[in-house]
């Protein structure tokens, strides 16, 4: 979208997020590319069980 010329606010509208976050995510983008947007995954520590042991519960 920024690619296209969207301005952020409309890009926060369209993808209903805060105007701060599309601020950042452009900034980001004229840093490094559509790369620096990419998903680094869900945050937080690794999970601790394994998926046998994930299985084992279900």
Do not use: C, H, N
């Amino acid at each position: 979208m920024f690619a296209a010329g969207v301005s952020a606010p409309q890009v926060a509208a369209e993808l209903e997020i805060s105007t701060k976050s599309a601020y950042a995510w452009r900034r980001a983008w004229k840093a490094g590319g559509e790369q620096a947007l990419a998903s680094r995954g869900a945050p937080g520590p690794d999970p601790v069980l394994s998926e046998v042991q994930v299985q084992r519960l279900i």
